[in-house]
């Protein structure tokens, strides 16, 4: 993989469906993985920021895990709600580059009530 | 404290004029980044800064100059403005490198 790369890029489901995403990502220079949740017409927001292999984080329905070995993330929303409609991006931190960040296309989540 | 942010909101310009977009953080950081986000492209780097006096190239940085004179100020100079230049531009700031970014409203910019 040479590029972050996130899947599906659009999804839609129902209220109260849990879902999920993926990113993968270069895991050769691997520093950092980073998920930002963004609303339309606002600005991203970061949701988690996670470094070790293994890694798993929480913030209410939404949580997320981290595979460095094999560059993948997972972000999992349980019982969606309409609230949650926004494009989810993550984004690599890559070592020794100034801490630069590369993002993927995103996903963008559809919850209807 | 303010945040990022970024001024001005909106810009029209035409195809070779100049112009500078600017940035600002109160809360110290010493990382600050400018993106252009296009349709179906996502978030692009554009250029960086690890702090003062200090800026690097992301993955698009032609058409562009930056400057570091200070902590909390990031401006993003168009040299000679292009069509394809349109597009939001957003500016972002962290704590640390690879630390978590604080992104500013953004500039939506059309170049006629």
Partial sequence: ?113 | NAGVTQTPKFQVLKTGQSMTLQCAQDMNHEYMSWYRQDPGMGLRLIHYSVGAGITDQGEVPNGYNVSRSTTEDFPLRLLSAAPSQTSVYFCASSYSTGGEQYFGPGTRLTVT
């Avoid at chain 1, 520093?31 to 920021?49: C, D, G, I, M, Q």
Wanted: aromatic share 12%.
């Fill in chain 1, 1 to 113: 993989i040479l590029n972050v790369e996130q899947s599906p890029q659009s999804l839609h489901v129902q209220e109260g469906d849990s879902t999920n995403f993926t990113c993968s990502f270069p895991s050769s220079n691997f520093y950092a993985l980073h998920w930002y949740r963004w609303e339309t017409a606002k600005s991203p927001e970061a949701l988690f920021v996670m470094t070790l292999n293994g890694d798993e984080k929480k913030k209410g329905r939404i949580s997320a895990t981290l595979n460095t070995k094999e560059g993948y993330s997972y972000l999992y929303i349980k019982g969606s709600q309409p609230e949650d409609s926004a494009t989810y991006l993550c984004a690599e931190g890559v070592y020794n580059q100034g801490g630069k960040l590369i993002f993927g296309q995103g996903t963008e989540l559809s919850v209807k009530p």
